[in-house]
C-alpha cells in the first residue's frame, strides 16, 4: 500500500518559496513569482516541462496578464542573476556544474524541471 505525502497549496508555495531564495533568486524580481508558479505548476503536472513555451509561459502570461516573452524574460533574468550570485555547491548538487565553473547558466526549461523535480522528490509528489 502506497501512501502519499499530502502537501497543502501553501506548504508548497512556502517550500517553493524557501529554495528559491536558497538559490540566490531575489523575491523583488518580476521572474521570481513567475519562476514560482512556474515550478508549482510543473510540479503538478511534469509533462508542462516538455512544453514550456507551447504551455507553460502561455498558461502563466494569462494567469499574471502579460504576454508569453515578457513571462520567459523575466524567467532567465532571475535565473542569471541567481547563477551569478547563488549557492555554488547547491548548484552543483542540482546541476552537476556550478557558476565558478566554464559553464553557462541552466536554460529556463532546464532550471525550472530540475527545480520541480527536486521539489516532488523531497515532498514525495510523485
Not at 533574468?77 to 547547491?90: D, F, M, P, T
Amino acid at each position: 500500500m502506497v501512501q502519499e505525502n499530502m502537501v497543502s497549496g501553501q506548504e508548497l508555495e512556502q517550500a517553493i518559496s524557501c529554495f528559491m531564495l536558497e538559490l540566490g533568486i531575489p523575491a523583488h524580481l518580476r521572474g521570481y513569482q513567475y519562476l514560482r508558479s512556474a515550478v508549482e505548476m510543473c510540479t503538478k503536472d511534469m509533462e508542462l516541462v516538455g512544453s514550456v513555451t507551447k504551455l507553460l509561459y502561455p498558461d502563466l502570461a494569462k494567469l499574471y496578464k502579460t504576454t508569453d516573452q515578457k513571462i520567459e524574460r523575466a524567467i532567465r533574468n532571475a535565473i542569471e542573476v541567481s547563477w551569478e550570485r547563488g549557492n555554488s555547491a547547491l548548484f552543483e548538487q542540482l546541476f552537476g556544474y556550478c557558476n565558478s565553473n566554464e559553464y553557462s547558466r541552466p536554460t529556463n526549461s532546464e532550471y525550472i524541471a530540475t527545480v520541480a523535480d527536486y521539489i516532488r522528490l523531497k515532498y514525495g509528489l510523485l
